[in-house]
T-cell receptor, first 113, second 111 residues
Framework: KAGVTQTPRYLIKTRGQQVTLSCSPISGHRSVSWYQQTPGQGLQFLFEYFSETQRNKGNFPGRFSGRQFSNSRSEMNVSTLELGDSALYLC????????????FGPGTRLLVL | GENVEQHPSTLSVQEGDSAVIKCTYSDSASNYFPWYKQELGKGPQLIIDIRSNVGEKKDQRIAVTLNKTAKHFSLHITETQPEDSAVYFCAAPTNAGKSTFGDGTTLTVKP
C-alpha cells in the first residue's frame, strides 16, 4: 500500500501571500489530521477531518483552514502568511477517528520570507 | 483537554546501553498509546503502541510499559545502536479525536 503523500514538499512564500497544501491519505483511510511542527512548539494539532467533515480544530487563528474531499484527500490553506507560519506541516491518516494509529506523510516545509 | 508530558527532552547514551523515555497523560479516557520515531527530514513513524488492556508490549529491542493507575507509559530501547538516534514522540489520542503529542525526546546514541 502506498503511504501518505504530501505535496509540495517544499515551499517558499512571502508575507501576506496564501498557500494551499495537499495530502493524499493511505487508501481506505477516512480520517486525515494536520499538524504544525516547529522547533520550539513541537507537534501542534491543527484540525481533523473525517468523511468530509471537520471533527476537531486546534488553537490556531482563522487564517488556517482545511477541507476534505469525497476521496478522503485533504487540503489545508493558510491565508495572509506571517513569518511565524514557517514550519513543517504534517498530514496523518488513520482508518477511523477513535484512538487509531496515525500514519504520517513526509510533510511540507513552508518558509515565509 | 488532554495534556501529555514527556521526559527527558534530550537523552544521550553510549551504544549498547539502554534508553528510557517516559510520558504522563491526564485524560483517563485515553486507551491507546503510540510511540513515534522521527528521523531528520521525515515524518514521524510509528514504532510501537500499546492499548490499555495490557501492561507491556515488546518488539525486539523496543518495549512499552503502561501504568493506567498512575497515567504514565514508557518507551524502553535496549542495546541501542547509532541508527536509533532520532526524535521520539509519545501520544495519547482520545475519543474526541484530538491527538496530543509529547514535546519529543532527542535521543543520541554515541558509537
Amino acid at each position: 500500500k502506498a503511504g501518505v503523500t504530501q505535496t509540495p514538499r517544499y515551499l517558499i512564500k512571502t508575507r501576506g501571500q496564501q498557500v494551499t497544501l495537499s495530502c493524499s491519505p493511505i487508501s481506505g483511510h477516512r480520517s486525515v489530521s494536520w499538524y504544525q511542527q516547529t522547533p520550539g512548539q513541537g507537534l501542534q494539532f491543527l484540525f481533523e477531518y473525517f468523511s468530509e467533515t471537520q471533527r476537531n480544530k486546534g488553537n490556531f487563528p482563522g487564517r488556517f483552514s482545511g477541507r476534505q474531499f469525497s476521496n478522503s484527500r485533504s487540503e489545508m490553506n493558510v491565508s495572509t502568511l506571517e513569518l511565524g507560519d514557517s514550519a513543517l506541516y504534517l498530514c496523518a491518516s488513520s482508518l477511523t477517528v477513535y484512538q487509531e494509529t496515525q500514519y504520517f506523510g513526509p510533510g511540507t516545509r513552508l518558509l515565509v520570507l | 483537554g488532554e495534556n501529555v508530558e514527556q521526559h527527558p527532552s534530550t537523552l544521550s547514551v553510549q551504544e549498547g546501553d539502554s534508553a528510557v523515555i517516559k510520558c504522563t497523560y491526564s485524560d483517563s479516557a485515553s486507551n491507546y498509546f503510540p510511540w513515534y520515531k522521527q528521523e531528520l527530514g521525515k515524518g514521524p513513524q510509528l514504532i510501537i503502541d500499546i492499548r490499555s488492556n495490557v501492561g507491556e508490549k515488546k518488539d525486539q529491542r523496543i518495549a512499552v510499559t503502561l501504568n493506567k493507575t498512575a497515567k504514565h507509559f514508557s518507551l524502553h530501547i535496549t542495546e541501542t545502536q547509532p541508527e536509533d538516534s532520532a526524535v521520539y514522540f509519545c501520544a495519547a489520542p482520545t475519543n474526541a479525536g484530538k491527538s496530543t503529542f509529547g514535546d519529543g525526546t532527542t535521543l543520541t546514541v554515541k558509537p
